[in-house]
């Protein structure tokens, strides 16, 4: 078969450009202070569900990622509000006062940008009065980021941002141990 066109002359979006990772978005991870993390549960919520969390810190902090497994509730949202628990920490002990958490799950990002001040006011509760799901996790998040300036946000999943392709390997990594 001959090609008309040279397949490799068309810009297909992803491949690696000057300044942009092989997943077609630059690494916006090159910040120290900026973290990618992901949270995934194989048989998520179920009997015999394995939660792993992941986080990318980015090019020349390898050193820093995570990839565990983690005790508790072994759902996909407690899995990434345990990434965010322990980049925070990370970031504490290592004296960070500024950090970026990048995350695709919109639970933590509006929650802790938007809801949070009012699940507090209201002892806690939604705005149809049901209790919040994770309060124990958005509360120990919110304690422990009460002297840093955290920025949250949201990178829509499969954006193919190459650090929050990084964090998701590393969560599906540890839910794959023993």
């Not at 569900?49 to 992941?54: E, F, K, L, Q």
């Not at 002297?147 to 193919?160: F, I, L, T």
Request: charged share 25%.
């Amino acid at each position: 078969m001959s090609w008309k066109h040279n397949p490799r002359s068309y810009d297909y979006g992803w491949q690696t450009r000057s300044s942009e990772s092989w997943y077609g978005q630059p690494y916006q991870g090159s910040d120290p202070n900026t973290v990618y993390i992901k949270g995934t549960c194989k048989n998520n919520g179920r009997p015999g569900a394995r939660g792993g969390i992941g986080a990318s810190w980015g090019p020349g902090n390898e050193h820093r990622n995570i990839s565990d497994t983690y005790s508790g509730r072994q759902t996909n949202q407690s899995a990434s509000l345990e990434a965010a628990t322990k980049v925070i920490e990370q970031a504490k002990a290592q004296n960070m006062d500024r950090i970026t958490v990048c995350t695709d799950n919109q639970l933590i990002t509006k929650g802790m940008n938007e809801w949070i001040h009012t699940w507090k006011e209201n002892d806690w509760k939604t705005s149809k009065n049901k209790d919040v799901v994770h309060r124990d996790q958005f509360a120990k998040l919110d304690n422990m980021t009460r002297d840093m300036d955290v920025e949250w946000k949201y990178v829509p999943a499969r954006s193919k941002v190459e650090g929050s392709a990084e964090a998701q390997r590393l969560a599906r990594k540890a839910t794959s141990r023993k």
